[in-house]
């Protein structure tokens, strides 16, 4: 994979930061045929899965490693000229909580640790 801008062969820091950015929200929808450029070959038929960290941040707390995002899946179908997307987070109860608290309530296993609710 190359970090350099296609053009001019820099190092381009905003293009490979963008695999960073959050992605809030789920998709679920089909392309329709006139929204396709170009041809399908007829023998293109399939699904394309990705599991990857889709959240970098809780409320104002940023994730300390791109590992500790939060579950994020996609598919993307292929069928005789048929294309649909769809993604999801995956929603276990920490994420669940989580999202109602708007912060970080758990230890994560990379380098996001949770604020300490201790007095001293």
């Known amino acids: 994979m190359s970090t350099s801008n296609p053009c001019t062969g820099d190092y381009d820091y905003n293009q490979w930061s963008n695999a960073f950015q959050s992605q809030v929200n789920e998709f679920d929808y089909t392309i329709t045929p006139e929204n396709i450029e170009g041809i399908i ?12 960290p889709g959240r970098f941040y809780r409320g104002l707390d940023r994730y300390g490693h791109y590992l500790d995002g939060d579950g994020y899946v996609i598919k993307l179908s292929i069928n005789h000229n048929h294309i649909s997307f769809k993604s999801k987070y995956v929603k276990t109860k920490e994420f669940i909580n989580e999202s109602n608290e708007n912060k970080i309530l758990y230890r994560s296993s990379f380098n996001t640790q949770r604020k300490s609710t201790k007095q001293y």
């Open 41 to 52: 070959p007829n023998n293109l038929n399939g699904y394309l899965y990705r599991n990857m």
